[in-house]
């Protein structure tokens, strides 16, 4: 089986001999084709002494590769030229950070390990890890200083920490090269927020806006929302206003407000300018309030209706509302021109009868409320006091203006 693989550190210096058994020259770097395979290496890049040219062997060139060199079965070999379309494993990603999509984390390439398959009537080379432990760190300090089988026999006392190539995933800064090397973001929109959120803390400025860039909006704006302040503001001012804006209007209205009070004002107008519809005018009336009051705490996406609707003109406007499902667990009543009178939890509505009006469902008409201008730390006594999961804010004539959720206050007191 150990004669099965080989590994990138073995691979170059490899020699490399024509039909008659002369040297060539010896492997200094290799490519995969993304687009045409994923994992097959397609070009082999060879050199000789000094002044020599780099010369391309392309993988159906080679009948058989070992320990003991590449034999090629075709010698019409070309001068190497430099390809968009190849991921060079030395130059692109030999010491060079990825993430790990499984383990969630950001790994640095120690070494490569290769499989060497059977293709009709020549062998290739199909990538099957990315090595990122002691053993691979081991290879590389000693290769070229003892034969390699020797090396191989060495390294079994290490234990081997790999990760299997289809859980890589490659940060390429250049769109247009995300492209060609069919670079898919797909594994990191799946992760949870928290997780990407941590993986991009721990990449350079260039890689984290490379990663905003490529994903969704949908998926940028959650990690987003799990990021540091100072963190969100490098990114946001990293990006496009366009981009930028597309992320914003994904995220919830008050925690955009926030991102956006942590740029400069330049950046902030930019961003602003680009953003559209309601997400636009839900951040814009957010932004009027100061920060540290219940007005820049609080959220306008909220589900209220007047005194006179009845159980299934509520159950309506969770149907209408069905983003907003899995977090509201209190509807706010209130009277025809949208004085808040009444917080029922969504429980006590889903088990009454669809024509029972929610009048008759409010138990405590006197409701725990907070003025717009309210600052954070009264907002913050009343939710401890209470032991609250929503707080209704309201203006100064009592009509509704948002709602500050325990979600709020957490991002509150983790700034503080």
């Known amino acids: 089986m150990a004669e099965q693989i080989l590994f990138l550190t073995e691979l170059l210096g490899l020699k490399i001999y024509d039909l ?88 640095r390439v120690n070494d490569v390990t290769f499989d060497i398959v059977r293709e009709g009537d020549h062998d290739a080379l199909h990538v099957l890890e990315v090595d990122i432990g002691l053993r691979s760190i081991f290879r590389r300090l000693v290769q070229g200083t003892m034969p390699r089988r020797a090396i191989r026999a060495l390294q079994r006392r290490i234990p081997p920490n790999s990760i299997r190539w289809d859980l890589c995933n490659i940060v390429e800064p250049d769109p247009q090269r995300r492209l060609r090397l069919n670079i898919s973001m797909a594994p990191l929109e799946k992760m949870h927020p928290a997780d990407l959120a941590d993986i991009v803390e721990d990449l350079s400025p260039e890689d984290r806006e490379a990663i905003f860039e490529a994903i969704d909006p949908e998926s940028a704006a959650e990690a987003l929302s799990e990021m540091e302040p100072e963190v969100q503001a490098q990114i946001l001012e990293s990006l496009e206003a366009e981009v930028a804006a597309d992320i914003l209007e994904e995220m919830d209205p008050d925690e955009a407000a926030d991102a956006l009070n942590e740029l400069h004002e330049e950046t902030s107008d930019e961003i602003l300018e680009e953003m559209e519809g309601e997400p636009k005018a839900d951040v814009e009336e957010l932004l009027e309030y100061d ?62 009868r669809p024509a029972t009006p929610l009048a008759e469902l409010i138990v405590d008409a006197e409701v725990i409320k907070a003025k717009a201008g309210a600052k954070s730390r009264k907002v913050l006594e009343l939710f401890d006091r209470y032991n609250i999961l929503t707080l209704p804010v309201v203006d100064d004539e009592g009509r509704m203006a948002g709602v500050v959720t325990a979600d709020d206050v957490i991002s509150v007191l983790r700034r503080k």
């Open 291 to 352: 920060e540290d009051t219940a007005g820049g705490m609080m959220n306008t996406e909220y589900v209220a209706l007047h005194e006179l609707a009845t159980v299934a003109d509520a159950l309506d406007a969770l149907r209408q509302n069905q983003d907003l499902v899995d977090v509201v667990t209190t509807l706010f009543v209130t009277d025809l021109d949208g004085r808040l009178k009444a917080a029922l939890p969504v429980a006590r509505v889903f088990l009454a």
């Open 20 to 107: 008659k058994r002369r040297v060539l020259g010896r492997v200094r770097d290799a490519a995969l084709s993304p687009v045409v395979h994923p994992l097959r290496v397609d070009r082999y890049i060879i050199g000789g002494g000094s002044g020599y040219s780099w010369i391309a062997v392309r993988q159906d060139q080679i009948a058989s590769i070992s320990l003991d060199g590449i034999f090629l079965k075709d010698e019409q070999l070309t001068p190497f030229h430099s390809d968009e379309y190849h991921l060079r494993l030395v130059r692109d990603l030999l010491d060079q950070q990825i993430i790990d999509s499984q383990g969630r984390k950001v790994v």
